[in-house]
């Protein structure tokens, strides 16, 4: 179990290792992924990794090979296990878990004991301050997305309740003029068929006038015939 941290050793989170390395927070987890599955050790409080100055430069050294990022994370790993081991020989860290048991006798010591756990404190302090501040954006983002999306839905069961209206409206006056075409057609048979009957019936009159005219000139042109057939027999005798 690695148990290398330093005293007055500041620790860094995610998004601050990010910062100072130059590259995306994905990528730093990405990096801590492939150190870990190639046997390197983080420290964690739960599943969240916890970096040191020693986990920055790992993440620089992944950064700027030109080697496969798992050689690479292997030599890392060696590395670490050489310091790991370096420090096991030396004194135990000020972290190991009977440190508290066994406080220092020297107060140099003891006040940079202190000093660290202030240090560790704080950093914790950040960390939960920047959790709460991140929690309460995030908060704040769904519920603009919240009101967003009844703004949304609003807009559009408006927008559709407006153009059913609309749709009827156009579909009502639609009908209204075929109404009033058909009922102007209809006018207009019938009074072409009234104009039509009248012109067969001044027809049918201009007809039987000229039959009775025609037959008044036949009658007149029969009647002479008569006299001048009865003025030559009376002649002949």
């Known amino acids: 179990m690695r148990h290398d941290i330093q005293p007055n050793e500041r620790s860094f989170s995610t998004k601050e290792v990010a910062e100072q390395v130059g590259i995306a927070t994905p990528t730093v987890r990405k990096y801590g992924q492939i150190l870990e599955r190639n046997g390197y050790e983080f420290f964690k409080d739960a599943d969240r990794r916890i970096f040191v100055q020693s986990d920055i430069e790992a993440l620089i050294a992944l950064r700027d090979t030109d080697r496969p990022l798992d050689d690479t994370a292997k030599d890392l790993m060696e590395q670490q296990k050489e310091r790991l081991e370096d420090s096991n020989q030396t004194s135990p860290a000020v972290s190991a878990p009977d440190t508290y048991a066994n406080l220092p006798n020297d107060p140099n010591q003891l006040k940079e ?77 019938e009074f072409l068929q009234k104009e039509l009957q009248m012109m067969r019936d001044e027809q049918q009159r201009e007809w039987r006038s000229q039959n009775e005219f025609n037959k008044r000139l036949e009658g007149a042109v029969q009647k002479p015939k008569g006299v001048l057939e009865g003025l030559f027999s009376k002649l002949r005798k």
Do not use: P, W
């Open 113 to 189: 004991f202190l000093q660290y756990l202030a240090n560790e404190l704080a950093a914790t302090r950040d960390m939960n301050n920047q959790l709460t501040n991140s929690m309460s954006e995030l908060k704040t983002t769904v519920s603009r997305l919240q009101q967003d999306h009844h703004v949304i839905s609003s807009v559009i069961g408006n927008s559709a309740q407006k153009t059913n209206a609309k749709i009827e409206k156009l579909t009502e006056q639609q009908r209204t003029e075929f109404d009033t075409l058909l009922e102007q057609e209809k006018q207009k048979s």
